[in-house]
């Protein structure tokens, strides 16, 4: 079992910047690429950013590209969205989730079927 939590979401005006942060807790985190996700109301939860176990490939959502920067920290076992240039469209809840080495070579990043392992989620709310 893996465990993750995220912290870091608020309310920000358009423009703006957060950083998102999720802590896991229970496995190896290397052994784990990581994913970025979101849902705002009333919408189907999408991709926003993927990293690998060593954080060497990255994966971006067209609409977030140029915009938002995934990293990791594998010794403090952390995983990171800086999000610049918000928009009122970013505002949703994001999650963080984790899948194993299995799964990240096997499905598609895109895809949070794929992703074993979910946090609770944080609020971003960005303001016109």
């Known amino acids: 079992q893996v465990q993750l939590v995220e912290s870091g979401g608020g309310l920000v005006q358009a423009g703006g910047s957060l950083r998102l942060s999720c802590a896991a807790s229970?496995?190896?985190?290397?052994?784990?690429?990581m994913g970025w996700f979101r849902q705002a109301p009333g919408k189907k939860r999408e991709f926003v950013a993927a990293?690998?176990?060593?954080?060497?490939?990255?994966y971006y959502a067209d609409s977030v590209k140029g915009r938002f920067t995934i990293s990791r920290d594998n010794t403090k076992n952390m995983v990171y969205v800086q999000m610049n240039s918000l928009k009122p469209e970013d505002t949703a809840v994001y999650y963080c989730?984790?899948?194993?080495?299995?799964?990240?070579?096997?499905?598609?990043?895109?895809?949070?079927?794929?992703?074993?392992?979910w946090g609770q989620g944080t609020q971003v709310t960005v303001s016109s």
């Open positions: 990293i690998s176990m060593g954080g060497t490939n990255t």
């Open positions: 989730a984790a899948k194993g080495l299995r799964a990240w070579y096997s499905g598609s990043n895109y895809d949070e079927g794929s992703y074993a392992y």
């Open positions: 229970g496995r190896t985190f290397s052994n784990y690429g």
